[in-house]
């Protein structure tokens, strides 16, 4: 485990912050509806680095080594996968955030499908 998530969210919450105050600034005649945009391009940044640290975090993705009935199966034929090691999945969060996450890539002995399990 590297660096604390929640140091780094402190850090990016303060970024925001200050980022925040300074367009504020530079944009004193801003409408509503650019606050608005400025306030949600911004959080959506922090959103997403939440997401993606606190996705990270759960413990139940290491299946690998696991034995075949712990391990997830494959969906068109139902055998257990086989680990192929982590890779980088990228994801899109529902606010249109991209989430990078590493996760246990799996493919099927049977018929080859290869695929993140889900969880
Ligand atoms: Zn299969």
Do not use: N
């Amino acid at each position: 485990m590297d660096k604390d998530p929640e140091e780094h969210w402190r850090d990016l919450s303060e970024h925001i912050l200050t980022e925040m105050k300074e367009w504020r600034q530079s944009h004193p005649q801003a409408t509503f509806r650019e606050i608005e945009d400025a306030v949600h391009s911004r959080m959506s940044r922090l959103e997403a680095q939440l997401i993606q640290d606190t996705a990270q975090q759960s413990k139940k993705r290491a299946w690998s080594g696991a034995s075949a009935q712990d391990r997830p199966t494959c969906p068109v034929c139902h055998t257990p996968l086989q680990g192929r090691g982590k890779r980088q999945r990228r994801l899109q969060g529902a606010g249109g955030q991209e989430v990078l996450l590493t996760r246990e890539y799996g493919t099927c002995p049977t018929c080859g499908t290869g695929l993140f399990p889900p969880g």
